[in-house]
């Protein structure tokens, strides 16, 4: 297809569009309704530190966000996590619990470490020792083709109540800020769906491929994830960039498609959108109501609060060795009366080169219900708020020598039971559409990764 094409949202999947089609010489706009490209993707640099305000690196199983890095030319700046010090605590009351070495989500690898940790009760031990000798009954109740379940429900059936809810939910709550009742077992954990299905026993697939070394888990950029953003935005024309535009409404055209934005109405070839599935839903409503109706999905919003301390105010802090914690209570109040911390990572000892030597850098998430308790108050109030909970769960912290708190509406789509089964549909309907594609993290994959691939992607199937 040749022509004019519209991207309409400047997130990283839609830049990687934007990127691609600049790539391959076509005539594009891209349209940013905010004043800047990368949507959640953002980097502070403040006096030695390095803050991420939305994700802080990539999985490394999967390429592409890597592939682009080499290819931008930031190959020296492509760094792993310290995983030396990979270790992640469980909150138990004002306390810090570790992880038991070796877990792959809430399955053990290696028996030892579980078994002697305090982390679980003597019942939660005994299920766990007992699904792998459920093999066969666990293979005969796994998903059906075409079948959905949540994950607390698939999760639940291996290992009990109690995994489900300390250690099930909080693991997955730090990623999707959502609901593991509603999340949907396929759509999320496909690999653990496909090990069922295969083995039966959770345990017995994971401990038969854990005897190689274990790699680096998360990838990073030393001088953060916006240098992705504004390395593809290097190689964007000018005049193809159109930030503080947002998109009101699409329209066919005959074979082409109507774009109306701040500067009026304009004709295209082809669209790609990337926007939040809120207003991806807006659009396409006059196009396809049905397809309208697949994009709606629930989406919780997030809210990052970093605190920095220099290595003067740092002195003091004893922080333990790890990656950071999480915490179980999903939204509700703890035991101060304030939101729960989802997580708090400990930046400075997760990636190097995010602090000064000898600082500390910690970065706190809240989601779900959480971030909506937040909506009222102040950045200072929140940073506040923060402050506390980690001072109860760290020891007395200083007051930080630099703090940002960042706000990310609606920007966490929860993938529901039925998840994939309503995207086959969606992606039917919109192959029926000539020249339309949508992207984003509401559909495929929530990674840097997996965004990076969706964009491209959709640009060259429009540019064949």
Partial sequence: MSGRIAVIGGGISGVAAAYELALQGREF?????SARLGGIVETVHHEGFVVECGPDSWV????????????????????????????TYLVRGNTLAAMPEGMRMMVPAKWEPLLSSPLFSWQAKLAYLREPKRAEELKAAALADGADESIADFVRRHFGDEVTDTLAAPLLAGIFGGDIAKLSA???????????????????????????????????????????????????????????????????????????GLSGEESFDAIIIATPPHITKKLLKPVDARMASLVEMDATSAVVVALAFTPENAQKLRIPRGFGFLEPVSGKPNGDGEPALLACTFVHQ??????????????????????????????????ATAHRRLSRLLGPLPTPDFSLVRHWPLSLPQYGVGHLERMAE?????????????????????????????GRDSARSLTR
């Avoid at 890095?69 to 995983?83: H, T, W």
């Avoid at 697939?205 to 916006?226: E, H, M, N, Y």
């Avoid at 240098?227 to 947002?246: F, N, Q, T, Y």
Wanted: proline share 3%; net charge positive; no cysteine.
């Fill in 29 to 33: 706009v891209l349209y940013e309704a």
């Fill in 426 to 454: 969606l992606a039917s309907l919109e192959r029926a559409q000539q020249g339309l594609r949508l992207v984003g993290n509401a559909y495929h994959g929530v990674g840097l990764p997996e965004l990076v691939r969706q």
């Fill in 350 to 383: 997760k990636f190097s080169h995010r602090a000064p030597a000898g600082g500390v850098l910690l970065r706190g998430f809240y989601g779900g219900e959480a971030a909506g308790a937040m909506a009222g108050l102040s950045d200072d109030q929140i940073a």
């Fill in 60 to 87: 490394k199983e999967k390429p592409w966000a890597r592939e682009l890095a080499i290819e931008l030319g930031l190959e020296d700046d492509i760094i792993a996590s310290n995983d030396t010090a990979r270790l």
């Fill in 186 to 260: 396929r759509a999320v954990m496909a690999g653990f769906v496909k090990m069922e299905r295969e083995q039966g026993s959770l345990i017995s697939a994971v401990q038969s491929r854990a005897s190689a070394p274990q790699a680096s888990v998360f990838t990073t950029l030393k001088g953060g994830l916006q240098r992705l953003i504004d390395g593809m935005a290097a190689k964007l024309p000018a005049m193809s960039v159109r930030l503080g535009e947002a998109v009101s409404g699409i329209e066919r055209r005959g074979a082409g498609w109507q774009v109306t």
